[in-house]
């Protein structure tokens, strides 16, 4: 349904609904204002663009989106994406990403895609959450130990050996600003849920800063005055040439963006009890990142502790996500000027707390003993995330996880013939087993276990090449075939093929409707003959029979149906129980 959550909840909207809404708004607004300045900071802008993303998309997320409660604005999953296009492409080449990611994101809502980017797999995002907490924090030391660097390096390693080489730099006082900072994230939580800490920590640290006239760096000190109001719109640049190079970047973003916008919707609905609109979430997302660069802002995102701290604090509306970004626009307006005596070692604190708790510690401790398959894709996806390129960890670690998906799948469907010698391997307790059936001469009864895929097509060409030739009929069983694509389709045209010229006759029993239709729209169903085509085993026999010239044989085992047939699709010949189909 492509209609934003705002719309619905106000048929009903009350002053005391209104009023537990503007609480909610006014305290995440509070809350976000030291994470939007952090975050920016962090991915190599000024504190200001931080500002601007949390305002402008704030407000297009909380009025078009799909969630109640979602709030929007700059995350610290953005962090590692951001710094690293503007490295390789400046501003200009970040914004147009942006704006890129926001149409993939418009267009993957549009085609329904919602509900799709919900399947990612577990692991990739426990590897890269976890890759960008190592990277985060990382980028902080420097600012939390004050040390005096000209520049520092993007990859991991050098990185680190930079901090090392500059360790003799460190500030003492900045390393103290830095854990008096740490130690109120860390321990106001005992002292008040409703004040953020990260706001106390922030002005505490400022007052201090400012009237000791402690000699740290402050934001004012390296990014100049910050300005107060919202910037007027401006296009950026666009470099036709680059905008293939942009393009990686920019489906990261868009992917990046769906599914922590999501995650943080499906987890506000646990909390809320409510059911969110993905298609439309999508949307409202797209938007909000298509229109932030025209403001000079970052990507930005649904941000689950942002939208937790607004549904615990009564937050039930998207009223709330709106006061949340108003109340972040009045801080820029009348304090925009102070902002600059914020020192950079209490920011750095604030992220170091940031990236301890998305680091997925235990989800990725739980991974670590889970199937090795998974553990690879963990590993995988965290160590690319960290050594390599956020990009190219979420490629490599879904293109792993969609090979380990079809080599399980693969291994879960088997093929085998269940006359004869294998007849002691089926089932006896199944009513509808072969081995309780009289199965005819020279015919071969082979049966399907799972999706007849193309991960899985190897397997029955291999059984197709076992079985012997003496055989004048062949019936494929597929009762537990509940999904067949183009090449099981394929695989299953040269069989019938292989087989006509053998002179061997091919019947299809037990179809379930899927397949049945597959079959019917590639014309497979047309060359086998509808004749061939049969709703349960019994009658598959018997066709076999009537092939044969041997007489028909009643079964002495009631047929039990396995599936129903749907309606609207076309009836197999020749069958005296359609229903069973």
């Given amino acids: 349904?492509?209609?934003?959550?705002?719309?619905?909840?106000?048929?009903?909207?009350?002053?005391?609904?209104?009023?537990?809404?503007?609480?909610?708004?006014?305290?995440?607004?509070?809350?976000?204002?030291?994470?939007?300045?952090?975050?920016?900071?962090a991915s190599g802008v000024s504190p200001d663009k931080g500002l601007v993303t949390a305002v402008i998309a704030g407000l297009i997320i909380s009025g078009l989106g799909g969630s109640r409660v979602?709030?929007?604005g700059p995350t610290g999953a953005f962090v590692v994406i951001v710094y690293s296009i503007l490295q390789k492409f400046g501003m200009d080449g970040l914004l147009v990403a942006t704006i890129m990611g926001g149409i993939i994101l418009v267009a993957m809502g549009l085609f329904r895609f919602?509900?799709?980017?919900?399947?990612?797999?577990?692991?990739?995002?426990?590897?890269?959450?976890?890759?960008?907490?190592?990277?985060?924090?990382?980028?902080?030391?420097?600012?939390?130990?004050?040390?005096?660097?000209?520049?520092?390096?993007?990859?991991?390693?050098?990185?680190?050996?930079?901090y090392a080489q500059a360790f003799h730099t460190l500030d003492f006082a900045a390393l103290a600003i830095g854990l008096f900072s740490l130690l109120i994230l860390i321990l106001w939580k005992k002292v008040s849920n409703r004040i953020p800490a990260a706001l106390v920590a922030l002005i505490a640290s400022t007052l201090i800063v400012h009237y000791f006239k402690?000699?740290?760096?402050?934001?004012?000190?390296?990014?100049?005055?910050?300005?107060?109001?919202?910037?007027?719109?401006?296009?950026?640049?666009i470099h036709w040439k680059t905008l293939g190079a942009l393009l990686p970047s920019a489906i990261t973003i868009a992917v990046l963006a769906g599914m922590e916008s999501l995650l943080s919707a499906v987890v506000a609905d646990g909390m809320i009890g409510g059911k969110h609109r993905p298609n439309m979430e999508l949307i409202a997302q797209g938007i909000a990142n298509i229109a932030s660069p025209l403001f000079g802002g970052i990507p930005a995102t649904g941000a689950?502790?942002?939208?937790?701290?607004?549904?615990?604090?009564?937050?039930?509306?998207?009223?709330?996500?709106?006061?949340?970004?108003?109340?972040?626009?009045i801080i820029m307006f009348f304090l925009g000027k102070w902002i600059a005596w914020v020192p950079l070692s209490c920011l750095a604190a604030i992220l170091i707390i940031v990236a301890y708790n998305m680091s997925e510690r235990k989800s990725f401790a739980m991974i670590l003993r889970s199937p090795k398959s998974d553990v690879a894709v963990l590993l995988a996806t965290f160590l690319l995330t960290v050594f390599v390129d956020l990009t190219v960890a979420i490629q490599a670690g879904l293109f792993l996880a969609m090979l380990l998906f079809m080599r399980r799948m693969a291994m879960v469907t088997n093929v085998g013939l269940i006359t004869e010698e294998l007849n002691d391997?089926?089932?006896?307790?199944?009513?509808?087993?072969?081995?309780?059936?009289?199965v005819p001469p020279k015919t071969e009864v082979y049966e399907i276990n799972g999706p007849f895929f193309f991960g899985a097509s190897y397997k029955f060409m291999e059984a197709m090449n076992d079985i012997g030739v003496k055989s004048k009929v062949r019936i494929i069983r597929m009762r537990n075939v509940f999904a067949l694509d183009a090449t099981g389709l394929h695989t299953l045209t040269e069989a019938y093929k292989t087989f006509k010229r053998s002179g061997i006759t091919l019947i299809i029993a037990d179809l379930h409707a899927q397949p049945l239709v597959a079959m019917e729209r590639s014309g497979l169903l047309e060359e086998i003959g509808e004749n061939n085509i049969f709703g349960n085993i019994d009658e598959a026999l018997n066709r076999a029979r009537e092939i044969l010239g041997l007489p028909q044989v009643p079964s002495s085992v009631p047929f039990i149906p396995t599936v129903a047939r749907e309606g609207g699709l076309p009836a197999p010949r020749n069958s005296s129980n359609q229903a069973e189909f």
């Fill in 304 to 329: 689950i502790a942002r939208t937790a701290t607004n549904v615990h604090n009564g937050g039930r509306t998207p009223i709330a996500g709106l006061i949340h970004a108003l109340v972040l626009f």
């Fill in 70 to 72: 979602q709030i929007g």
């Fill in 425 to 438: 391997q089926e089932d006896t307790d199944d009513p509808n087993a072969v081995s309780k059936r009289k």
């Fill in 214 to 237: 402690i000699p740290v760096e402050t934001i004012g000190s390296r990014f100049g005055e910050i300005p107060n109001s919202l910037p007027h719109p401006v296009f950026p640049v």
């Fill in 1 to 41: 349904m492509l209609k934003p959550k705002l719309f619905t909840t106000l048929k009903n909207y009350s002053w005391a609904q209104f009023r537990a809404d503007g609480i909610a708004g006014v305290i995440v607004g509070v809350v976000a204002f030291p994470l939007a300045i952090a975050f920016a900071i």
């Fill in 114 to 162: 919602g509900s799709i980017i919900k399947f990612i797999p577990y692991p990739v995002i426990v590897g890269f959450t976890s890759g960008i907490a190592v990277i985060i924090f990382s980028s902080q030391i420097r600012d939390f130990l004050g040390l005096t660097m000209y520049t520092v390096p993007a990859p991991f390693v050098e990185k680190w050996g930079a």
